[in-house]
């Protein structure tokens, strides 16, 4: 079993910036494709972005392209997502996800409570 916990949401204006941690354990964290999808109120969860395992390459949705990266550190066995001039629509809950695949879907094995994040205008 794989337990992910989130760290670092919280309120901030328009324009500012967030870094999101992700903890796991349970599982080798190296052999783990790492991600963060967000769900804002009365909306679908969507994709954020993806870290594969192996060679690390990153993905990430046209809406945070340029805005947010993604890293991991694999010997603190976590994810960062660093957010940068943040808007009022990148304000949702956001989710931690892994999974044993290269790819990162909704139905990912693995999901963490969630953090929110608030962005003010």
């Known amino acids: 079993q794989v337990q992910l916990v989130e760290s670092g949401g919280g309120l901030v204006q328009a324009g500012g910036s967030l870094r999101l941690s992700c903890v796991t354990s349970g599982r080798t964290f190296r052999r783990l494709t790492m991600g963060w999808f967000r769900q804002a109120p009365g909306k679908e969860r969507e994709f954020v972005a993806v870290?594969?395992?192996?060679?690390?390459?990153?993905y990430y949705a046209n809406s945070v392209r340029g805005r947010f990266t993604i890293s991991r550190d694999n010997a603190k066995n976590t994810v960062y997502l660093q957010m940068n001039s943040l808007k009022p629509e990148d304000t949702a809950v956001y989710y931690c996800?892994?999974?044993?695949?290269?790819?990162?879907?909704?139905?990912?094995?693995?999901w963490g409570q969630g953090t929110q994040v608030t962005v003010s205008s």
């Open positions: 870290i594969r395992w192996g060679d690390e390459s990153t």
């Open positions: 996800a892994a999974d044993t695949q290269l790819v990162l879907t909704p139905e990912a094995d693995y």
